[in-house]
């Protein structure tokens, strides 16, 4: 499935994803824990965005999977009336 500024992919192939980004003229959005995960361990993923939500939940799926290690460099925070807080990363090598 393809639309002006999406497409959907079956599976995941780092190769494509960095010939993209090499051609892309902004910004791309990687959304989903697993496909998040993948990207950051294949050196493709950049800055990170967190949203810190107040509520603790006792299951349910985690921000990434296993085994997923990067470095992070604090670029900005935002903190807002309901709680949440935002954290804007570097990821760096």
């Given amino acids: 499935m393809t639309s002006a500024r999406t497409r959907i992919e079956r599976e995941f192939d780092p190769g494509a994803v960095r010939?993209?980004?090499e051609t892309s003229v902004s910004d791309i959005t990687v959304g989903g824990a697993e496909l998040a995960g993948q990207a950051t361990t294949a050196g493709?993923?950049?800055e990170c965005h967190l949203f810190l939500n107040p509520?603790?939940?006792g299951g349910g799926k985690r921000a990434l999977p296993d085994k997923v290690r990067a470095r992070l460099e604090l670029l900005d925070e935002r903190r807002f009336r309901?709680?949440?807080v935002h954290l804007h990363y570097r990821i760096s090598a």
Avoid: N, T
Wanted: aromatic share 0%.
């Fill in 19 to 21: 010939r993209l980004k």
């Fill in 82 to 84: 309901s709680g949440v």
């Fill in 55 to 57: 509520i603790l939940v």
């Fill in 44 to 46: 493709l993923v950049d």
